[in-house]
């Protein structure tokens, strides 16, 4: 079973700074690696997508990598601001055979405040 | 708004009540996730249906009962639960073709609350 270790658990760092959060994972054979992110008390929403044959993704100040032979993945936020504050989700996708393609492994996220 | 809908948004229940949960998708895929999400827990996939079939079932015990009558719409029946039971239950929907990269949409999730 795909075990998933995100780190830090909780991160609080004044506006502007610029952050690394961390995910592992324990079965490298996965389709796909995507970060959300969860407001408090609402569903997820997807922030990046990396394919397993990419290394990369950017979305404005987001920045993912992703390492899949080591079974890791950094989630980059350059430039932090208040409105970044949420709990921060790595999901890998797979592994792949049979419908597990359909199936994400979450870790337990990193919770971001970024101060005014 | 992300295309996914759940009702209802909050349900508080007794131990021998029977409720369900809804779920709906309007973005046309095939395939479709119920979450349980407990305090200080990851996020716990319980049932994956892909065309209608069910191809998950995570070990979820018999008093969650998932029913998925078409890919619109995925409900889960609840009965006799107990009180770590309680959760945020996360629907979430997605193309369900292999080999798709494109990623799962969620709803708002369903605070249930069990007494």
């Given at each position: ?24 994972f324990?079965d ?44 890791r ?44 | ?56 079932n ?30 945020l239950?996360?629907?979430a929907?997605r ?7 494109d ?13």
């Amino acid at each position: 079973k795909q075990e998933v270790t995100q780190i830090p658990a909780a991160l609080s760092v004044p506006e502007g700074e610029n952050l690394v959060l961390n995910c592992s994972f324990t079965d490298s054979a996965i389709y796909n690696l995507q970060w959300f992110r969860q407001d408090p008390g609402k569903g997820l929403t997807s922030l990046l997508l990396i394919q397993s044959s990419q290394r990369e993704q950017t979305s404005g100040r987001l920045n993912a990598s992703l390492d899949k032979s080591s079974g890791r993945s950094t989630l980059y936020i350059a430039a932090s601001q208040p409105g970044d504050s949420a709990t921060y989700l790595c999901a890998p996708q797979g592994p792949a055979f049979r419908y597990n393609f359909n199936k994400f492994y979450f870790g337990s996220g990193t919770k971001l405040n970024v101060k005014p | 708004e992300t295309g996914v809908t759940q009702t209802p948004r909050h349900l508080v229940m007794g131990m021998t009540n029977k409720k369900s949960l809804k779920c709906e998708q309007h973005l046309g895929h095939n395939a479709m996730y119920w979450y349980k999400q407990s305090a200080k827990k990851p996020l716990e996939l319980m049932f994956v249906y892909n065309f209608k079939e069910q191809t998950e079932n995570n070990s979820v015990p018999s008093r969650f009962s998932p029913e998925c009558p078409n890919s619109s719409h995925l409900f889960l029946h609840l009965h006799t639960l107990q009180p770590e039971d309680s959760a945020l239950y996360l629907c979430a929907s997605r193309s369900g073709t292999s080999g798709s990269t494109d990623t799962q949409y969620f709803g708002p999730g369903t605070r249930l609350t069990v007494l």
